[in-house]
């Protein structure tokens, strides 16, 4: 099995930092997209950010030039550095990995996390 475990969620004051992580432990034997997803209370789950297998990465438009995402793919983690958060960035954030374990490494599967709270003070 894989499990995926967040950390780093916190109260922050407006314009603060935060950085979130993500370790995955079990049965992994690769790992493709890795990403974090936000869920703020009473709206949809939104994707965040997006890093490839070989680093290319990918942001929602809220928080370009704010959040950077990275991986250690020895270590089967992922970052978040928030910075210049903002009240809006208030959420649960998950992240997710799709990946192959070694029971079956040809099978893709999507793995999620349990999720930080993220609280930011206006």
């Known amino acids: 099995q894989v499990r995926l475990v967040e950390s780093g969620g916190d109260l922050v004051q407006a314009g603060g930092s935060l950085r979130l992580s993500c370790a995955a432990s079990g049965s992994i034997f690769s790992i493709d997209n890795m990403n974090w997803y936000r869920q703020a209370p009473g709206k949809q789950r939104e994707l965040v950010a997006t890093?490839?297998?070989?680093?290319?990465?990918n942001y929602a438009d809220s928080v370009k030039g704010r959040f950077t995402i990275s991986r250690d793919n020895a270590k089967n983690m992922v970052y978040l550095q928030m910075n210049s958060l903002k009240p809006e960035d208030t959420a649960v954030y998950y992240c997710?990995?799709?990946?192959?374990?070694?029971?079956?490494?040809?099978?893709?599967?999507?793995?999620w996390g349990q999720g930080t709270q993220v609280t930011v003070s206006s």
């Open positions: 997710k990995f799709r990946a192959t374990t070694s029971i079956n490494w040809s099978l893709w599967n999507d793995y």
């Open positions: 890093i490839t297998r070989g680093g290319n990465t």
